[in-house]
């Protein structure tokens, strides 16, 4: 069983910044694509930002310029850096694993709350 363990996150002013990070319990290099999604009680969960093996990263139009992920493989995690946060911004984040074994179940973090205040 892998355990994804979110941190991070908390409140911050509009234009500020905050980095999650996720610590993975198994190498992420058994890991294809890594991501952060967010979800308010208004809306579905949402992919915010992906990252596959080779590093590529591909964004959600609204936090593109803004939100950076990695991965580090040596210490089996994934990071989103959140700059000029905006009050839209606030969500709980999670954060997704996905396995190269393509019978092996996906797993999500528990969830960590962002609140951007205007």
């Known amino acids: 069983q892998v355990q994804l363990v979110e941190s991070g996150g908390g409140s911050v002013q509009a234009g500020g910044s905050l980095r999650l990070s996720c610590a993975v319990s198994?190498?992420?290099?058994?890991?294809?694509?890594l991501a952060w999604y967010r979800q308010t009680p208004e809306k579905q969960r949402e992919l915010v930002a992906m990252?596959?093996?080779?590093?590529?990263?591909n964004y959600a139009d609204s936090v593109k310029g803004r939100f950076t992920i990695s991965r580090d493989n040596a210490k089996n995690t994934v990071s989103l850096q959140m700059n000029s946060l905006k009050p839209e911004d606030t969500a709980v984040y999670y954060c997704?694993?996905?396995?190269?074994?393509?019978?092996?179940?996906?797993?999500w973090g528990q969830g960590i709350q962002v609140a951007v205040a205007s």
């Open positions: 990252i596959n093996r080779a590093a590529v990263a």
């Open positions: 198994r190498s992420v290099l058994t890991m294809n694509r």
């Open positions: 997704y694993a996905e396995p190269l074994r393509l019978d092996e179940r996906k797993y």
